[in-house]
């Protein structure tokens, strides 16, 4: 059965680079595609602190080192990549770009991560690129000297809340809840800094100005009282929604759209396999992306041979 890789990534973030790094060092044909900039959601971290063994780094230093580190093993990489079509039945695997160009494997690892959750409420699709941002080390340094808000009471928010008082005059921290999610470690950093304030279980309604963003509308959720927040920007980390719509059909997946896989990061169909943000787990972190990326290449090494 002769076929263009062995292996064909569809990511090229954490888990993918990983599955790459691996594979590739098993001297297996593979092809790593992204339709954007490797590294996905790392590559927008400010500071990446909890990498074992590595100090202090920017999401895009350990990316472009995962990159580089899996070209040296002899992976083929293509960001920006126009996906047209996607077809993982069968024994072949095939991958067609909007150039007509068909790529073909015996095995597939879908690694497509996630994209941010948006609040969904008024205005927000008006000021996006306006004010609103779903990205710290993108968009912090235009709001400098400037009041912001962050959506968001989870690890994400509270670190970017930190990262992002560099820049802002005053940070105000937007939370449904009455409690942090984030771990106390980063509750504590947060709350120290004398630039954020906090209101909590609030709902947010709306977003308003003229070109761009003027203020965040919000009511507390057991008062009903509403609130209007002057800012020049808003950053929301509300989490994320996985890259799996051209999976539908073609892999099983959950009510949420994560991909289900086994302990071993197989898929319902033969030769898939998922690892990363688009499947389905409780724990979501650049090491665990990289222990999916790990066993996901390992297992589909094995399927390999098991097809030879």
């Given at each position: ?31 790593i595609l992204d339709t954007g900039t490797l590294g996905g ?220 896989t086994d302990e071993a990061l197989r898929t319902d169909v033969p030769g898939v396999f998922a690892a990363g943000d688009v ?30």
């Open positions: 059965m002769a076929t263009d890789y062995d292996i064909i990534i569809l990511g090229g973030g954490p888990a993918g680079l990983t599955a790459g790094i691996y594979a590739g060092r098993a001297r297996r044909r593979v092809l959601q790392t590559v927008l971290t400010h500071a990446v602190a909890n990498y074992p063994g590595v100090p202090t780094t920017s999401g895009r230093d350990l990316s472009q080192a995962m990159a580089q580190q899996a070209r040296d093993f002899g992976c083929e990489i293509k960001a920006f990549a126009r996906i047209a079509e996607v077809d993982l039945a069968g024994d072949v695997k095939s991958v067609t770009l909007k150039n007509g160009k068909r790529f073909t494997a015996r095995a597939a690892i879908v690694a497509t991560g996630g994209v941010p959750r948006k609040l969904g409420v008024d205005g927000e699709e008006k000021f996006i690129g306006q004010g609103i941002s779903y990205c710290a080390t993108c968009d912090g340094d235009f709001f400098t000297d400037l009041p912001i808000a962050i959506v968001g009471g989870g690890n994400s928010a509270l670190e970017e809340a930190v990262s992002l008082s560099r820049y802002a005059s005053r940070i105000t921290v937007i939370h449904e809840f009455d409690h942090f999610q984030a771990e106390p470690f980063i509750v504590a950093e947060a709350t120290a800094n004398p630039k954020i304030s906090f209101l909590m279980n609030q709902r947010v309604l709306g977003f308003d100005g003229e070109s761009a963003l003027e203020v965040v509308r919000s009511e507390d959720k057991a008062t009903g009282e509403s609130r209007e927040l002057p800012v020049d920007g808003c950053f929301v980390f509300i989490g994320y929604v996985p890259n799996s719509e051209a999976l539908a059909g073609q892999v099983g997946l959950n009510e949420r759209g994560e991909v289900i499947r389905t787990k409780r724990i979501r972190q650049v090491t665990t992306a990289v222990s999916d990326g790990t066993i996901a290449a390992l297992t589909a090494l094995e399927y390999l041979k098991s097809v030879a």
